[in-house]
């Protein structure tokens, strides 16, 4: 199975400020996604970033809010900007093995995201 | 409606005991997958178990097994011989083929099982 590390593990944020989260995969996968857990919810999927080409974002999410990078194909960021304490949450990469519709999607360990 | 129901919120269990996490979905794609993965209090999510829509046998992975009654659009997970280091929250999801987001998950809210010594 895939190793996705994922840093920072948790950080405490101030309002309105900007947060990168790294996402490094150790093997080289096509694309990757990201999701954000708010706090006793489900995950949602925020966006899809595959290598070479501009994110896709889910509705209720944007570019400017959180942009995303994906420069090859083993790493990608996600920046939570101007954040608020509605941004509270854990953001999680995720990966899929392989190219056909029955290969498993694995996840980083999480980014906890405090904003204070 | 919600795509993946898991209508049980807390499931209590005793040690070495066998635990089913209900399942139900809903979709119109024939070819989808469904997941079952662990989140733990450290906040990973563990992948557990995967079933395809075409596969013909239930999906087995060491002490789980994913219960796939197709007709009945559920894909309940049992969890044989229970273990206090299971106990964590467990989310169902389901990928479908079609549409706009392929490869998009699509979660039920979760299940907190509590394993009792």
């Known amino acids: 199975s895939a190793v996705i590390s994922q840093k920072p593990s948790r950080d405490i944020c101030q309002r309105g400020t900007s947060l990168t989260i790294q996402c490094q995969v150790d093997?080289?996968?096509?694309?990757m996604f990201w999701y954000r857990q708010q706090p006793g919810q489900s995950l949602t999927l925020i966006a899809t970033a595959n290598q070479g080409s501009e994110a896709t974002y889910e509705s209720g999410f944007v570019i400017d809010k959180f942009p995303i990078s994906r420069p090859n194909l083993t790493f990608s960021t996600l920046t939570v900007s101007n954040m608020s304490p509605e941004d509270s949450s854990i953001y999680l990469c995720?990966?899929?093995?392989?190219?056909?519709?029955?290969?498993?999607?694995?996840f980083g360990e999480g980014s906890w995201l405090t904003v204070v | 409606a919600q795509k993946i129901t898991q209508t049980q919120p807390g499931m209590f269990v005793q040690e070495k005991e066998a635990v089913t996490l209900d399942c139900t979905y809903d979709?119109?794609?024939?070819?989808?997958?469904l997941f079952w993965y662990k989140q733990p209090s450290s906040g990973e999510m563990i992948f557990l178990i995967y079933?395809?829509?075409?596969?013909?046998q239930n999906a087995t992975e060491g002490r789980y097994s994913l219960n796939f009654q197709k007709a009945r659009k559920s894909a309940n997970l049992v969890i044989s011989a229970s273990q206090l280091g299971d106990s964590a929250m467990y989310f169902c999801?389901?990928?479908?083929?079609?549409?706009?987001?392929?490869?998009?998950?699509?979660f039920g809210k979760g299940t907190l099982l509590t394993v009792n010594p």
């Open positions: 995720s990966v899929e093995q392989g190219v056909s519709s029955g290969n498993t999607i694995y």
């Open positions: 079933q395809g829509s075409y596969d013909q």
């Open positions: 979709t119109s794609d024939p070819s989808y997958g």
């Open positions: 093997s080289q996968v096509t694309m």
């Open positions: 999801a389901m990928r479908e083929a079609s549409g706009g987001s392929n490869y998009k998950l699509t």
